[in-house]
């Protein structure tokens, strides 16, 4: 079978700069648009930034004449990268679209490639929905970069799983003993994860509870309160025993908009505050319209405020269960102006140590799958990372349900002992935000 050939846009390799190693034995082309693009990205702080630099290393590694001509290979087993400097202005695509625009310019290379190389199966890659759209109407293969995506977002791991007609004397005895031995003539409590969460329901009683994996026992998961904050249905009650365990070090709660996944972290970070150095709460920017920040008014401090603020309004939800004069009050008010509670950009953040921090990353579903790894990566000894996010809400461009960093996390996640996961279903902001989420 013939060698695929790939055709990689720019949005593919600022969203992973090792991306052309994720394509077996078939050949890459980069052409030079790309690099003329990627070469505007060098300089900043951010990911997209990094994997910019990252990509021309690699590149750099693999210099010589060869990269131009014939293309050199990647490695036993790879194919060969190409890049492809002789642009050509075709005139079916120049009549369509405008030769000026950078994405039309690596459109036409997709094109000549296409049908220079006729014995070959050539796919252009971009992120871009529209720019593949646009390949399609001239005839070019086009798709999204698969590496990092999961298949079926709607078997993506709730971190849960009801069963109804249970045997009540398993319930009882849940009640009864610290730890209950899973029983093996159940098949709904086949293949469970750690750390899987548990609904069980007989028909006069229920409980939850949650597998252990490394005692192969189930425990019944009580309802605890946390700096204030008591959780109001069963997955905020799984998720607060996730967060205040100390053997689960990553934890993940998705959900949509007002189920409580930042306000129960943050609440569980105070509560668990004395065994951590600092508690970190950041989360990425994502400015209005993409622009840049520079655009709004104010000094940087001003110009962050609107994206911080609903941290600020989840710390003075917990602030709130409490009289001004009592001492948990006052206490939050000291962790702030000393900086042992610390709520920034994540931008600020990533160059720090993380060690001995309970750090929570919100609205994480607008990070790629290697922001998120390079966040944890970070890690060092005593630290907890939590995730939180609802991956049907991305602000980001060329990030999907299906290809963002959170999904992708609780998809690769699952099945490891010191990781946990809850999807947060039910609203607890009013019944008229409840009504919003779900039909607006």
Known sequence: MAKKLFILDTNVILHDYNCIHSFQDNDIVVPITVLEEIDNFKRGKDQINFNAREFIRILDGLAGDK???????????????????NHQHNAEVDAIFSSNNLDHRILSVAYYLTHERKNRKTIFVTKDVNLRLKAKSLGILAQDYFTDRIQDIEKLYSGKRIIHNFNELFIDQLYRDEGVIKPAES?????????????????????????????????????RNAYGITPRNAEQTFALNALLNPEILLVTLSGKAGTGKTLIALAAALEMRRFYQQIYLARPIIPLSNKDLGYLPGNLEAKLDPYMQPLYDNLNV???????????????????????????????????????????????????????????????????????????????????????????????????????????????????????????
């Open 67 to 85: 990269l131009v001509k014939e293309g050199v290979s990647l490695g036993p087993g790879k194919g060969k990268i190409q890049i492809i400097t």
């Open 187 to 223: 098949a709904e409590l086949d293949h469970l994860f750690p750390n899987e969460y548990l609904i069980l329901k007989s028909q006069q009683k229920s409980a939850l509870a949650i597998y252990n994996s490394k005692e192969a026992i189930i425990r019944r998961v009580e309802k």
């Open 318 to 440: 917990i602030k709130n269960q409490f009289n001004e004069n009592d001492k948990a009050f006052k206490r939050i008010n000291d962790l702030l102006e000393y900086e042992k509670l610390f709520i920034a950009p994540l931008t600020y953040i990533r160059g720090r140590s993380l060690e001995k921090i309970f750090f929570i990353v919100d609205e994480a579903q607008n990070l790629t799958p290697h922001e998120v790894k390079t966040i944890i990566t970070r890690a060092g000894e005593g630290t907890k990372i939590i995730f939180t996010g609802d991956p049907y809400q991305i602000d980001t461009p060329y990030l999907d349900a299906q290809s963002n960093g959170l999904t992708y996390l609780i998809d690769r996640m699952k099945g490891q002992s010191i990781y946990a996961h809850i999807t947060l279903e039910k609203g607890e902001r009013s019944l008229l935000a409840e009504l919003a989420s779900d039909l607006l």
